[in-house]
């Protein structure tokens, strides 16, 4: 496998992500789209780190590392994500939306 696989597989993610994040109307696929939106840029950050040779015949680990970097935001992101969903879930009893028009609760 080359470099250009890894990206249309990134890509194919990336847009299958959007896509659900500009069609679904449930918030909690939506939340689940842009994970996998944020996934697909770590693919093509590691794909890129991994092709990417130094002077020595290393790879390049500065891609890597800033996958950890967005792995933590992701996790606290779900963390924060959820805990809104949840208490918009008991104020609203519902996931939709369009259902949801303001954040007063």
């Not at 109307?25 to 840029?41: K, P, S, T």
């Not at 590392?65 to 519902?94: H, K, N, P, W």
Request: net charge neutral; with cysteine.
């Amino acid at each position: 496998m080359n470099l250009n696989d890894y990206l249309a597989v990134s890509g194919l993610l990336f847009a299958i992500g959007f896509a659900g994040v500009m069609l679904r109307r449930n918030i909690i696929i939506i939340f689940m789209c842009l994970e996998l939106m944020l996934n697909a840029a770590n693919l093509s950050l590691v794909a890129f780190s991994r092709f990417h040779v130094s002077a020595a015949g290393l790879p390049d680990y500065n891609g890597q590392m800033l996958v950890f970097f967005i792995i933590t935001v992701a996790a606290a992101e779900v963390a924060v994500g959820l805990a809104v969903i949840v208490s918009l879930y008991r104020a609203r009893r519902t996931t939709h939306v369009e259902d949801i028009t303001s954040m007063k609760f």
